[in-house]
């Protein structure tokens, strides 16, 4: 799984598009003063050059974070950015998360001036369900612009998908969008009577707040890998980050 490049401010003030900037590794329980002394020691990898290498933003506690997009100059206005408190909130932390590794996919991928028409259909088909989750207009918007790939230029495409990606991941998905999302999933299913009740049963159970997202989610995703079914399988909505971030209380 993409790994993504999460910084944070290494004199503790608003960053600036040439700030310098230290990484935070989300799959430790590193807190921003261990990447700060990391920095002073020499252990920390190079910060990035500028603000837009990064997929992410943690600020110190009491930052106003809102600051921030006008910091990078709107090159980054959409980028998640939290505060360490926030971080540890499960639903602001799993927001954060998502958002940071869909962007570091992306990045991967149209960070690369030799991508390929087919794999950018290939990508917005694998986060289908994660889009319709937080937008459905923009993600039949980005669909029109995989539609038109092959037709336009590719630094006019980027831009136009990165935009539109970003956007709908700006928005929260709600419960009932989620339930919507999971149901559709469950219904592209071709597993057995018995176990569609299963699923569903926790479905509904997240719907009414008796159990997190991630039991229906991965009850779906293991079935779908049970059933061989590739394109539920594979879809980064049942598992939008790494397992080990358990730690988060996500």
Request: charged residues 25%; proline residues 8%.
């Amino acid at each position: 799984m993409s790994r993504p490049r999460i910084a944070v401010p290494a004199d503790g003030r608003p960053p600036g598009r040439h700030a310098q900037w230290v990484w935070l590794d989300l799959r430790t329980q590193q807190t921003l003063e261990e990447a700060l002394r990391a920095l002073r020691n020499g252990r920390s990898p190079p910060p990035p050059l500028l603000a837009e290498d990064a997929d992410g933003y943690v600020c110190p506690a009491g930052m106003d974070v809102r600051s921030l997009p006008v910091c990078v100059a709107g090159v980054w206005h959409l980028a998640p950015v939290i505060d360490e408190a926030h971080l540890q909130d499960p639903l602001a932390g799993m927001d954060f998360a998502e958002r940071a590794f869909a962007h570091a996919r992306l990045r991967e991928l149209l960070g690369r001036p030799d991508w390929r028409t087919g794999e950018l259909v290939a990508f917005h088909a694998g986060h289908k369900m994660q889009l319709l989750a937080h937008d459905p207009l923009r993600y039949r918007q980005a669909g029109r612009v995989v539609a038109q790939a092959s037709r336009r230029p590719r630094q006019e495409t980027t831009a136009a998908y990165t935009r539109l990606f970003q956007e709908a991941l700006a928005v929260r998905a709600d419960v009932g969008r989620h339930v919507n999302a999971l149901q559709h999933c469950l219904g592209m299913l071709t597993t057995d009577v018995h176990r569609r009740r299963v699923l569903a049963a926790a479905i509904d159970s997240y719907r009414v707040g008796l159990v997190p997202f991630d039991v229906p989610a991965t009850l779906i995703r293991h079935q779908a890998e049970r059933d061989g079914d590739e394109y539920i399988g594979t879809q980064t909505y049942l598992a939008p980050y790494p397992e080990d971030l358990w730690w988060l209380g996500w």
